[in-house]
């Protein structure tokens, strides 16, 4: 069988860092993976890619088209699945990825042939050994068919980690990037959060047990990787000693040398202090920290482990030992101008070398949803509104316009004000920070357009 698996375009309208930096699409290298050994499969990574999928399709002849997806992909998923179908009515389509895991009904269009709302493994090689053998696939786990009306049979499962091949998307691994490294490699090592902040979606993907993956696959993913710098997206890397020194001794042990990012929560940086130095000496050399507000009522609420004053104590730590820190935070829709004020003033002790500012965003399925539904702005099928870079909740203490505005300034200042910019060319290079001031820009102008017609 010949498929094609295929990620969308970086979105027109949606608020996403992808303006400034996409990675390696990992999910799409597991199923590669999973698939190779008994087909013929490509990846069409239309971050990337300037030609359209119609025209590859045209070319490539796939049984099979498979898309990947986030929360802001889903009309534009539909939208690809047709044009596949428009090419040829019997190519099978599939979408997948988190947002089919999330919300898989959010699929349901006659275009798409098959929903897979998570990956185990066997289903999916199941799932092509059988396909076009007139049998009903939806009795697989995980998969929905538009034959059998997306119906689910069977209990909800997860998506497993494996060995992604990372020589599938090997003519566009150069453009894959993390903020100031390019090339950048990503991978995961533990999953699941015990933390459950109320505001993310994290532990409702992966569950809320943190445990490490199995090693054998770590230790092989490490040694696949030929990019400098790798990004792992663990929740919280600095999650307990025995985590930090496990992976601390693999990469000992396979003398590996590169630039490590990892996020990292503000109670495992205090906890762990002298590992986070150890690790520094072997590659780390920045950090991801939910820093979130200047209010600890607002931590309260949010459930997280930390007060502001523990952030401060983080930053200084970090600030001692060497490391960057890319901070992110949240704007309450509650906020006055002056609580803004005090936001920029906090984030000015802080000093973080970046920092992303999101408006809160009570994700529909998550029970924060519930709790803003009569404020919200959007409904929960204008699916790119839902990116987490744009307002969704109507601010209570201002207009929506003056709120952008906020936003935007906060953005600026701490951007331009409070963070170094010769430190970060020094380290970065023109090429990366070019980049990266050329997609703010963008993400910039689709605020303004944004303020403008609030
Ligand atoms: C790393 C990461 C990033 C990185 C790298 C992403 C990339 N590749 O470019 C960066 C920082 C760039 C990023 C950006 C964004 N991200 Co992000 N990101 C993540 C994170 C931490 C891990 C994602 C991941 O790679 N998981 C591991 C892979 C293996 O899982 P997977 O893709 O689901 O794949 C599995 C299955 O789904 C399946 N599968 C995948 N595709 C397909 C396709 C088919 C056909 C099939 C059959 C199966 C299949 O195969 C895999 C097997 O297990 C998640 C949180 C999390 N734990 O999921 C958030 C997360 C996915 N991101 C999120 C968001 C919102 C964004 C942004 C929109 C944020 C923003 N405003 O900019 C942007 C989107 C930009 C874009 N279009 O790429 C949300 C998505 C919510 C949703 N409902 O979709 C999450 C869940 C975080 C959150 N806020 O809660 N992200």
Redesign the pocket.
């Known amino acids: 069988m010949r498929i094609l698996?295929a990620?969308?375009p970086?979105?027109k309208q949606?608020?996403?860092?992808?303006d400034f930096?996409?990675?390696?699409?990992?999910?799409?290298e597991?199923?590669f993976g999973l698939l190779k050994p008994d087909h013929d499969v490509e990846i069409f990574d239309m971050?990337v890619e300037k030609g359209s999928l119609r025209e590859k399709v045209v070319e490539y002849k796939p049984d099979a088209v498979?898309?990947?997806?986030?929360?802001?992909?889903v009309d534009v998923v539909i939208a690809l699945c047709r044009e596949v179908k428009a090419v040829k009515p019997d190519i099978v389509t599939?979408?997948?990825?988190?947002?089919?895991?999330?919300?898989p009904l959010s699929f349901a269009d006659e275009a798409v042939d098959?929903i897979?709302e998570?990956?185990d493994g066997e289903n999916?090689r199941t799932f092509f050994s059988e396909l076009g053998k007139g049998k009903e696939l939806s009795s697989l786990p995980g998969v929905r068919s538009s034959s059998d009306g997306y119906r689910s049979h069977g209990p909800k499962g997860r998506?497993?980690?494996?060995l992604?091949d990372r020589q599938s998307p090997k003519k566009y691994r150069s453009e894959?990037s993390?903020f100031g490294y390019r090339p950048a490699a990503?991978m995961?090592y533990g999953?699941g959060c015990e933390k459950a902040c109320d505001f993310?979606?994290?532990w409702r993907?992966?569950g809320y047990k943190e445990e490490l993956l199995d090693l054998e696959i770590t230790r092989k993913d490490l040694m696949s990787i030929e990019e400098d710098t790798i990004?792992l997206?663990d929740?919280d890397f600095f999650a307990s000693e025995l985590k930090i020194r496990t992976f601390l001794d693999l990469i000992r042990e396979l003398g590996l040398r590169k630039n490590f990012i990892v996020?990292a929560s503000v109670k495992g940086i205090l906890d762990f202090e002298p590992l986070v130095r150890e690790f520094k000496e072997m590659g780390l050399k920045a950090v991801l920290v939910g820093y979130e507000t200047f209010s600890d009522e607002e931590l309260d609420i949010y459930r997280k482990k930390s007060d502001t004053s523990d952030n401060l104590k983080a930053a200084k730590a970090l600030k001692d030992i060497g490391i960057d820190v890319w901070a992110s935070f949240m704007a309450h829709p509650d906020w006055s101008a002056d609580d803004f004020r005090k936001f920029r003033k906090y984030i000015g002790l802080l000093k973080p070398q970046t920092s992303s500012i999101?408006p809160l965003?009570p994700?529909p399925n998550l029970p924060m949803y519930g709790k803003y539904k009569d404020r919200l702005i959007h409904s929960a099928e204008e699916y790119d509104k839902?990116?987490?870079?744009q307002v969704t909740i109507r601010p209570k203490n201002m207009s929506l316009r003056r709120y952008y505005y906020e936003l935007m300034v906060t953005n600026l200042y701490v951007n331009l004000l409070v963070n170094s910019k010769t430190e970060m060319l020094r380290q970065f290079g023109i090429g990366n920070i070019t980049r990266i001031i050329a997609g703010s820009m963008r993400t910039f102008s689709r605020y303004v357009k944004l303020m403008a017609k609030a």
């Open positions: 698996l990620r969308p970086r979105p949606a608020i996403t860092v992808s930096m996409f990675s390696e699409p990992i999910g799409l597991m199923i971050m498979g898309i990947t997806s986030l929360c802001i992909d599939l979408a997948g990825g988190t947002q089919a895991f999330l919300s098959y897979f998570f990956v999916i998506n497993g980690y494996f992604p894959y993390y990503i995961e999953i993310c979606l994290r993907i992966e990004m997206m929740n996020y999101n965003t994700f839902w990116s987490f870079g």
